[in-house]
């Protein structure tokens, strides 16, 4: 425990919102009023589950990172959001330069002045860094994907947040949405790049189980994702975002500059530790994976009476630890220590184009980066 890095994750499970190709926990409450409430308990149910945490995780490091994601936490009151990262730092050591981020859906900071006054709520409670996420720069594909903010929302919301002096903000995009062609992705990388951001994550639209695109593709009235052309949007992308200056850190993360790469997904990606607070959100600590109730009231209900909500809770042997170091760090533009991996298979993605040797570590080159799966298969034998 104490050598290793640890995070905090706040799952908000709350939107405006919901957008048709989502999987995340997150649930719409329609009415204002009912919303509050529900918010106000989210709040006091997660101040509790940070009073067990900070006790199970006596004599850890100080937080390195605060990710406060969903959902959409933009959707909390502003002082509601403060209360908890009040709340965080009550419990908790912090390190001196803790990185705090908030997720955040630009719409919901664009309504008549309102985003000046929410950024300036969180930058004044310690954030300082937010993600936006804008998905597509062309009405027709928001259209497609159930977004209601204009096009031009996420350069004002990124303006409005380095306006309050919050250090970082990072733009979400999604390729590959049914429809969506080549010079719709170009214009949509362009308005990343033009609303000023120093991070941006590109993401291959997902057909997830259950929602209403996979219904909407099984049933044929939309055709399912082409992986030909996905691939050709992410070679577009890191054309793109390299020759803007960003450099690729993690396969679908960019950053114009080290400082500017986000310390919580690494720790992810690291294997270090991390808990999740809220519900349906998932922790890793001392070889230890669980993840807690998805419904929002009986979650809110365990966590303030203090009795056990978790859902799954899985001890990792060796071998599961080895696995996800190896599925996870071979996404890094850091890549993995040669020693320890099969030299034979090294040898192989090597030979194949997929990967490269650097001061002793291995790393993806593009194409790999295309095929990621294939390498960690070839890696685990
Ligand atoms: C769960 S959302 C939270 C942020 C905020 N609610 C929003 O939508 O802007 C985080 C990111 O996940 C990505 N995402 C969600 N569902 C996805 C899917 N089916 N395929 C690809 N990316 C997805 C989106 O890019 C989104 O910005
Ligand atoms: S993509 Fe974001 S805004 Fe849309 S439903 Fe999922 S969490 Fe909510």
Request: aromatic share 6%.
């Amino acid at each position: 425990m104490p050598a290793t890095p640890l995070g905090l994750y706040l799952h908000v499970p709350y939107c405006a919102r919901r957008c048709g190709y989502c999987a995340f926990t997150t649930y719409v409450v329609a009415d204002p009023a009912d919303a509050a409430a529900a918010h106000a308990r989210f709040v006091d149910g997660a101040t509790a589950e940070l009073t067990a945490a900070a006790a199970v995780l006596d004599g850890a490091p100080p937080l390195t990172s605060v990710f406060v994601g969903g959902g959409t936490p933009s959707v909390l009151d502003p002082a509601l959001l403060a209360r908890l990262l009040d709340a965080v730092r009550e419990r908790f050591d912090v390190a001196q330069d803790l990185e705090v981020t908030v997720e955040a859906n630009p719409g919901g900071l664009d309504d008549g002045g309102s985003a000046e006054e929410a950024v300036g709520t969180w930058a004044a409670a310690g954030v300082t860094r937010v993600s936006f996420g804008l998905q597509s720069a062309v009405p027709r594909v928001l259209d497609l994907l159930d977004r209601t903010h204009a096009p031009e929302a996420a350069g004002r919301a990124v303006a409005a947040a380095h306006a309050a002096g919050i250090a970082h903000t990072s733009v979400d995009l999604i390729y590959g949405t049914p429809g969506e062609t080549a010079a719709d992705w170009d214009a949509s990388l362009e308005a990343a790049l033009a609303a000023g951001t120093d991070h941006v994550s590109a993401y291959a639209l997902g057909i997830e189980p259950g929602t209403r695109l996979a219904a909407r593709v099984r049933d044929g009235s939309l055709p399912a994702p082409s992986g030909d052309e996905a691939a050709e949007r992410y070679r577009r992308a890191d054309a793109r975002l390299e020759g803007a200056g960003f450099g690729w850190y993690e396969v679908a993360n960019w950053a114009r500059t080290p400082g500017a790469r986000c310390r919580h997904n690494l720790l992810y990606w690291r294997n270090e530790h991390w808990w999740g607070v809220g519900p349906g959100a998932h922790s890793h600590v001392g070889g230890v994976r669980w993840s807690n109730v998805r419904d929002p009231g009986a979650w809110a209900d365990a966590a303030t009476a203090q009795v056990d909500h978790v859902e799954e809770l899985e001890v990792l042997d060796q071998d599961a630890q080895d696995l996800e170091r190896l599925l996870l760090g071979i996404r890094l533009a850091e890549g993995l220590p040669v020693d320890g991996l099969a030299g034979p298979a090294v040898d192989r993605v090597v030979a194949d184009g997929l990967a490269t040797v650097v001061a002793g570590r291995l790393v993806l080159t593009l194409d790999g980066r295309l095929l990621a799966d294939t390498v960690v298969r070839a890696l685990a034998g």
